[in-house]
């Protein structure tokens, strides 16, 4: 007697996201959207850096290698950053990072720049929300492996 | 390596959402993790007491607590450690609540994210290193910006503790917006009478050195050491000569053609004036705007104004100065902008002479304003009185927040018509009386008894306020029309509209409504998140006069104490740089905006000045050859909290 399995129930998948925020605005706009008890999806991992501008593109690279699908940058305004322009150095760098993964074939909705202020709880949320919903889309990253320690 | 980590619950407020104990049981077998225990409340006073019995009894070498936001309690945490030797830096925090518990609904989820955290923690926690802190020394004075109420209290505050205050005024006289009011609620104390003597006090405090007509132009530093730099604008008067005698403005060739801002533009001045007649200090400054000799380098056939004066004050050679400060603390009290109705066209505001705003009736009812306190519209005495509150405020399109002040003034002017006008018919269309202070609802009481229309309509009705040929009529859903001569809007309190420009100069984050923002709402309401930087009055929101003088008397406090303890430990997270791998391409030379990195040609390598860095990373993050290490923020740690956190 052949009775087939019940098919396991097909799970959506859902991306590991790394979130770099500094610690003067983007990171305070996400205790707000806590404080404000605003949700969103628990995908995202944050990381505290005291600015955008010590993400060292390397870092994002490294989370992708470790298994990351999606990284968020986040940091003040332009012209809000706690260090007058580390924001700007953060802007550019991930920019230039961008380009170098399509090169490779990775989608570079996979990685987001954002600003958010120590005022934006809300918007920290709807952020969150975008991008985990985009990675949903683009699937598991398979593209880079961790090939040793950086 | 042996690591202690402490799962808080908060009570439920992280309970509810995370299973606890199960994530204690996974953190139990990461490596190096010595102990894992969870609390009820690890801030409390036995869940500090266990951290210090187990660092003591088990030799922990780092310690990690899973709770609340590091903005919340990383400094108990910090000294919980190290009363009990371990280094401050030794310690991670994981935020569990903000950003976990408080943010997610499903458990399981929850749950996992908690863990992974706790293991990027866990594994940043092995690489992180003891930092010493640096003490420096606080030059023992403040800096307050902005000469109204809040301001001259804060002033007087703290140089009565001894210190040596500089008191920063845009304006030519201090008194800000309390100076043009005729009376306070709910007492109807005189407000010039309860504010002059104070501005006298601080021209003559020996420890305050006032600057009106000055702006803060550059803010460097950190606390105890800022260095600010003033803009003082040119008056076209020698203050030290002029003795306020006022010859001046009589002779002005433009007086009585130049609109007095002063009394909301109801009045005309000269183009040399003193803002109104108690000024501090009392001494004239020209408006470069009006005056023909600033503007055409000439004034018919001869300077009136320099002719006219006995002491050779005036002097149109004037430029502005810079001036540079050392001070140890700031307080921002830099107030606020009233609404400007005229924006809103259902108002009727501007098109008719009848629609006035809650300032402009303070200045005509004031016996020193433009019709020395006879409260008429064109020349006649107002018969039928309407008051509309809520202007500008509880708008979810414009400023959502209430203004606090405008419920009370309303319920003062009303009174004052009734005192003035006792036949007047007298209507206030209100959505709710907020009459929360003290003594505020036995006023709004005592208001109410004298014969005024308090009638209520929601904030989402229409009202309108058209114009006819006797006066206006005010349209208001759900109640009939009113043939008002007056009309009375109770404009609400903005944020100056430049407070962009000086939340940037001063390092200070911005809340959402447009004030400045406080560094927590409940526990920390007059501090800013830069250390050294302090709130006062109603650049941090609405208030009423009481609220903005004790938030100044606190806020004064708060700056006065690093002074007074001579020294401030600042953060230890800087830089430093590995001259063996430095290879001198000078790349992040030009990315500190500190000059705190500098080339030293004769070994061409780059040395960082650690008073100077901020430790923002920006350097660390574009070294080429990874020579440049940042503190606290090392690619060792970020890049092990990055696999903790996946790898979990």
Redesign the interface.
């Known amino acids: 007697m052949t009775t087939t399995q019940p098919k396991a129930e097909v799970k959506e998948f859902e991306p590991n996201i790394i979130g770099f925020l500094c610690n003067w605005c983007s990171y305070a706009g996400a205790d707000l959207a806590g404080t404000s008890r605003i949700q969103y999806s628990p995908n995202i991992k944050i990381i505290k850096v005291m600015c955008s501008g010590r993400v060292n593109p390397m870092f994002v690279v490294n989370a992708l290698q470790q298994g990351a699908d999606g990284v968020l940058i986040g940091g003040c305004h332009p012209g809000d950053c706690h260090y007058q322009h580390g924001n700007y150095l953060a802007r550019r760098r991930i920019g230039v990072l961008k380009k170098v993964l399509e090169f490779m074939g990775i989608d570079e909705r996979r990685v987001r720049m954002t600003w958010v202020s120590a005022a934006e709880g809300r918007k920290f949320a709807e952020v969150i929300e975008e991008i985990t919903d985009d990675i949903r889309k683009l699937g598991p990253l398979k593209q880079l492996k961790r090939v040793n320690e950086w | 390596m042996k690591i202690g980590v402490y799962v808080c619950e908060c009570g439920i407020n992280i309970a509810a959402t995370v299973d606890v104990p199960e994530v204690v049981e996974k953190v139990k077998s990461f490596p190096n993790v010595e102990i894992c225990r969870y609390n009820k409340y690890t801030c409390s006073d036995p869940g500090q007491e266990s951290i210090r019995k187990d660092i003591k009894e088990l030799n922990l070498d780092r310690v990690v607590v899973a709770s609340c ?3 919340m309690h990383e400094p108990t945490f910090r000294a919980v450690v190290e009363e009990t030797g371990i280094n401050p830096y030794c310690f991670e925090m994981v ?1 569990i ?4 518990s ?5 458990k399981e ?2 749950t ?2 908690a863990v ?2 706790i293991a ?1 923690a866990v594994a940043r926690a092995q690489f992180l290193e003891p930092l010493e802190r640096k003490e420096v020394s606080v030059i023992p004075k403040s800096l307050v910006v902005g000469g109204g109420i809040a301001g001259i209290q804060a002033a007087l505050e703290i140089a009565t503790d001894g210190f040596q205050v500089y008191l920063v005024e845009q304006s030519p006289s201090l008194g800000g917006r309390m100076a043009q009011l005729d009376k306070t609620f709910p007492t109807l104390d005189c407000s010039a009478c309860i504010l002059t003597p104070k501005m006298v006090d601080v021209a003559r405090h020996p420890n305050i050195e006032l600057l009106t007509y000055s702006e803060i132009e550059k803010v460097d530093g950190y606390i105890g050491n800022f260095k600010v730099t003033v803009k003082k604008k040119p008056r076209y008067v020698d203050t030290d000569k002029c003795v306020g005698c006022g010859l001046c403005a009589e002779a002005c060739r433009l007086k009585g053609r130049v609109l007095n801002e002063f009394d909301e533009n109801l009045s005309k001045r000269s183009a040399i004036y003193i803002p109104f007649p108690q000024a501090v200090p009392l001494k004239y400054t020209i408006d470069s705007n009006r005056c023909n000799m600033l503007r055409f380098g000439k004034c018919g056939d001869e300077l009136l104004c320099v002719e006219a004066c006995e002491q050779n004050a005036i002097d149109f050679e004037q430029k502005e100065e810079f001036v540079e400060l050392d001070v140890g603390t700031i307080v921002v009290a830099t107030g606020y902008d009233n609404f400007d109705p005229s924006n809103e066209p259902k108002y009727g505001y501007k098109e008719n002479p009848n629609v006035i705003t809650g300032m402009e009736f303070e200045r005509l009812v004031n016996a020193a304003g433009p019709t020395e306190g006879h409260l008429e519209i064109n020349g006649k005495e107002p018969e039928n009185v309407v008051f509309i509150q809520c202007v500008g405020s509880r708008d979810k399109e414009g400023h959502e927040y209430c203004s606090r002040v405008c419920c009370m003034y309303t319920a003062k002017q009303a009174h004052m018509v009734r005192d003035k006008f006792p036949d007047a018919i007298i209507s206030v269309y209100f959505t709710d009386v907020r009459a929360f202070g003290k003594g505020f609802e036995e006023f709004y009481n005592r208001v109410l008894d004298e014969d005024i229309n308090y009638l209520r309509r929601e904030l989402d009705d229409s009202i309108e306020v058209v114009g006819n040929e006797k006066g206006v009529i005010v349209k208001a859903e759900g109640h009939p029309d009113i043939h008002a001569d007056l009309v009375v809007l109770a404009t609400g309190l903005v944020p100056k509209s430049d407070n962009k420009e000086i ?2 100069k001063l ?1 200070i ?4 409504d447009g004030f400045f ?1 406080e560094a927590h709402p409940k526990l920390r309401p007059l501090d800013t ?2 250390d050294g930087v302090f709130l006062a009055g109603c650049c941090q929101s609405p208030k009423d006069i009481p609220d903005a003088v004790a938030q100044a008397s606190g806020a004064a406090v708060r700056a006065a104490s690093p002074l007074a303890q001579g020294k401030v430990v600042v953060e230890a ?1 800087t830089a430093i740089i590995d001259e063996d791998l430095c290879s001198g391409c000078r790349i992040c030379e030009n ?1 500190c ?1 500190y000059t705190a990195l500098e080339f030293v040609s004769d070994d061409k390598i780059m040395k960082i000045n650690d008073v100077l860095c ?5 350097c ?3 070294c080429p050859t990874g020579a440049i290490t ?1 503190k606290h ?1 090392s ?1 060792k740690q ?2 092990a ?3 903790g ?3 979990q």
């Not at chain 2, 609540?97 to 976990?100: A, T």
């Not at chain 2, 408080?102 to 499903?106: Q, R």
């Not at chain 2, 984050?509 to 959402?512: A, C, I, Q, R, V």
């Open positions: 936001s590091p903005r935020n609540r903000e950003h976990v408080w943010v997610h609904k499903d989820k929850a996992e994210k992974a955290l990027g939340a940037r390092n984050s911005l809340s959402g923002m998140f830069t997270i990315l905006a901020k430790g923002c990373g920006s660390a993050a574009a940042m923020y690619n970020v890049l909290q990055i696999g956190i996946l790898n």
